[in-house]
């Protein structure tokens, strides 16, 4: 009788521990895909992330045609999909990876139990993260709320199992439903086609994550812990969209930094896993504190005065605010579904403290322009710049938008390439339009005001009102 393998943000045969379990099993496999309903807690799927799933889930297709099968597509809540499918197939096991979002561990924790009344074996598997949230613990058996002795943790844990091979071979069940056509899902969006950039830079789908890790690991590592901060420096993995749908395992990429020392500097290694660490630091939060994902993890940040002002939040959503590296991360977020690290800090500073809106407001519009919106990393990272996160940045330490953009993009290149009303003025002005001679203006061809705009508000009036709404709260509590 078979088993359904159910995929949700794993769409990889590589290391993949659920399949690998299904393929042991010896029993026919019955690959689906269900398109669950809006999460509570979580949020929706975001509109960029939608376009690469398509392109995700029709690359995992072609592999599992490789393997003379196929991916059977279903909508609606998982439950009633799963018990379709047993009823139609006779099925009488299902096994998924785990995942750690508060919704998400509800929703299985859920159809396990229905499952197991039914007499159907629900198993679920690892490998989504390097440990399980639980694994590293500290002394006293509480989770981490500081990253660095997590880290140490993390290091200390001994090497992971190496990853699993993709079997070359899967037993396909015969007997399997009908599958939805993804057309019929619409995820791609139709007019206008804002994605239309996305195609040039990614390419969806495992093999695509494998040629950029083996791309990033020969080119870019060497080098990563100096050049990662600098945005117009083609210097980070971005694998972080296949991590996000799981069209890569974390243990792959460990992996594939190990054995390297003879021509790649131990610091570059160890800052990129480090990085990886964050991610999995982040996961440790959602999973041991779920309100990370939707409340402030400090409650003391409940009282504060937000401004939320919608001209400001439109004007920022649209990279128009005056200010040109934040306008430059912005605008290269809507043109590629992604930013660079160092400027989604300078961003979100930027809204939190300069605009003062609420970080959620901001966390909502990356989950829906980001191809690598991940529940945990982004509300994570929102609460880290907001200062109300567990080992946060302090709230006092507001980014000032012209002094990171003059250290970070020192030449410029990178507003450059995202803001083409500045293409023409030089290094010197290129982070404060508005302190610009009359003549360097007008060489360039730049009316501020009119072909880009004045700041929507004063950088050093807004850290004082930021800096007071903050004492107030701080008061209060
Ligand atoms: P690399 O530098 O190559 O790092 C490798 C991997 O490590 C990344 O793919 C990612 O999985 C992980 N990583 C790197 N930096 C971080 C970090 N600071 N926190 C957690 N994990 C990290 N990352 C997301 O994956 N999804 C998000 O929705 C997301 N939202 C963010 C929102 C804000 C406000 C900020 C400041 C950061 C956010 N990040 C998010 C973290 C980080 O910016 C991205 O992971 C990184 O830019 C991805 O690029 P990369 O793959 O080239 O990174």
């Known amino acids: 009788k078979p088993v359904i393998l159910w995929f949700r ?11 690998n379990a299904a393929h042991l099993s010896g029993r026919p496999i019955i ?5 669950e309903p809006a999460a509570a807690g979580t949020g929706p799927l975001g509109a960029a992330q939608a376009w690469w799933l398509h392109h995700s889930l029709e690359a995992l297709d072609r592999s599992l045609h490789e393997r003379q099968g196929e991916l059977v597509l279903a909508s609606g809540e998982a439950l009633e999909v799963l018990r379709a499918v047993i009823k139609k197939s006779g099925a009488e096991a299902v096994f998924w990876n785990r995942r750690y979002d508060p919704s998400g561990i509800s929703v299985d924790t859920h159809i396990k139990q229905e499952l197991e009344k039914q007499a159907i074996e629900a198993r679920s598997f690892g490998g989504q993260l390097l440990h399980e949230p639980s694994r590293l613990m500290t002394g006293n058996g509480t989770p981490y709320r500081v990253y660095t002795p997590f880290w140490r943790a993390l290091e200390g844990a001994g090497e992971a199992e190496p990853p699993l091979e993709a079997p070359a071979k899967l037993r396909l069940a015969a007997q399997r439903p009908a599958s939805e056509t993804l057309k019929s899902w619409k995820l791609l969006p139709t007019k206008p086609d804002w994605a239309k950039d996305f195609t040039d830079l990614w ?29 117009a420096k083609p210097a980070t993995s ?15 990429i460990w992996d594939a930094t190990r054995g390297l020392s003879n021509r790649v500097p131990a610091a570059d290694i160890v800052h990129f896993r480090k990085e990886i660490a964050w991610r999995e630091f982040s996961y440790h939060l959602l999973f041991h504190f779920p309100r990370l994902a939707s409340e402030n993890w400090n409650d003391r940040f409940d009282g504060f005065k937000w401004r939320n002002d919608d001209g400001d939040f439109e004007a920022w959503r649209r990279g128009m605010t005056g200010y040109p590296i934040v306008d430059a991360g912005m605008r290269q977020l809507w043109r590629h579904g992604w930013m660079h690290n160092r400027v989604r800090m300078i961003v979100a500073s930027f809204l939190i403290k300069d605009l003062m809106i609420d970080w959620r407001r901001g966390e909502a519009w990356f989950r829906d322009t980001l191809v690598d919106a991940d529940p945990a990393n982004n509300a994570a990272s929102w609460q880290w710049v907001a200062g109300s996160g567990a080992d946060a ?20 290149d990178y507003v450059r390439a995202h803001v083409p009303e500045l293409q023409r003025l030089g290094a010197k002005y290129i982070h404060r339009p508005f302190e610009a001679p009359k003549s360097a203006l007008d060489e360039a061809g730049i009316i501020l005001g009119q072909t880009y705009p004045k700041p929507i508000v004063d950088h050093a009036s807004a850290r004082d009102r930021a800096l007071a709404a903050y004492k107030a709260t701080k008061d209060a509590a």
């Not at 969209?241 to 792959?252: D, K, V, W, Y």
């Not at 940045?393 to 410029?412: A, H, K, V, Y």
């Open 9 to 19: 943000r794993d769409l990889r045969l590589d290391d993949n521990q659920a399949l």
């Open 31 to 35: 690959a689906l895909y269900i398109k």
């Open 203 to 231: 390419t969806p789908g495992e093999q695509g994550a494998r040629e950029r890790l083996s791309a990033f690991v020969e080119d870019e590592l060497k080098g990563y812990k100096e050049n990662r901060d600098y945005p």
């Open 238 to 252: 971005m694998l972080s969209p296949h991590l996000a749908l799981g069209e890569i395992s974390p243990a792959r």
């Open 393 to 412: 940045s302090p709230f006092f330490r507001i980014f000032n938008p012209m002094l990171q953009g003059e250290t970070f993009d020192p030449d410029g």
